[in-house]
């Protein structure tokens, strides 16, 4: 993946653009953990089911969305304008519309350990948060998607001074990822004898990296990309990924009927290219081509 520095200013300007246009500077939700958007208004009412999700949120007039407040071009949170932004967000927001344009979306931080929790639990109506989809949280929780496949990788100082090439080199290494992600498991099981640092959220794997207490961080390389596009070149991707990490969106575990809403809205948004957009104004600001959205697993 190559980052350059103008496409990236291009693409801040016209992320900032488009979320002026889609914004219209009408925003409520400050509270901390929490950002509320509203969407357009419309004429237009859609049917669902009746007693299905999608018409219990549609009475409510806002959806809940579990998503990551500290990744850079996936879902970050902007401490100026309290607005939630990436990918992430925006395919939020192309579901939530697709539920009901007038629906309002309240983000809530899901830091990668409870997004099992909070589905379970009913905090929140889906996730969207770089999340991984596979069969031990199938256990809990049910996946629409993929819409993304990232793959792990390795951030590391500018210089690499510990000469990191690839997952094995991580073996000896102070190696730093997140509670709950596959990223975490996937360091233990391909590096052993790595000395892992697990914290919450990898803004804190990149500040530990950036004092000297780990010589790596391990996740996805698309958020490993962001963080280093933040990092004003002290950071670099190793760029060897070694895991495919197909992302989907979490929904309660036997909702089949919101599974294939929300695959049914993804294969719309891939066909029109909307998907490609949000793509575009958010990672493809640092990241050269737009991909090929990927095949909807209806398991
Ligand atoms: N995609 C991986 C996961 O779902 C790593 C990224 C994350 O923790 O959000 O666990």
Known sequence: MHLTRSRWMLGLLLALAL???ACGGDNGGTDVGTDTTQGGDSEETIEH????????????????????FDQPLFGLKRATTGEVEGFDVEIAKLIAEAID?????EFVETPS????????????????????INDTRKERVGFAGPYYVAGQDIM?????????????DLN?????????????????????????????TYSQCADAMSDGRVDAVSTDNVILVGLIDQSDGAFKLVDNPFTEEPYGIGVPKDDQAMRDFVNDVLEEIFESGEWAEA?????????????????????
């Not at 510990?162 to 997952?167: L, R």
């Open 19 to 21: 979320v002026a246009t």
């Open 49 to 68: 089911p009746a007693g299905s999700a999608m018409a219990e949120i549609q009475d409510r007039g806002i959806i809940t969305v579990g998503t990551k």
């Open 101 to 105: 344009p007038d629906l309002e979306i």
């Open 113 to 132: 350990a409870v997004r099992e929790d909070v589905l379970v639990n009913g905090d929140v109506d889906m996730v969207v948060a770089t999340y991984t």
């Open 156 to 168: 590391v100082p500018a210089g690499n001074p510990e000469d990191i090439q690839g997952v094995d």
């Open 172 to 200: 000896g290494k102070r190696v730093c990822s997140v509670q709950g992600s596959t990223s975490i498991e996937n360091v233990r099981e391909q590096a052993p004898e790595a000395e892992v640092t697990e914290f919450g």
């Open 279 to 299: 793509y575009e104004s958010t990672v493809g600001t640092v990241a050269e081509t737009t991909p090929e959205p990927p095949e909807i697993d209806r398991y």
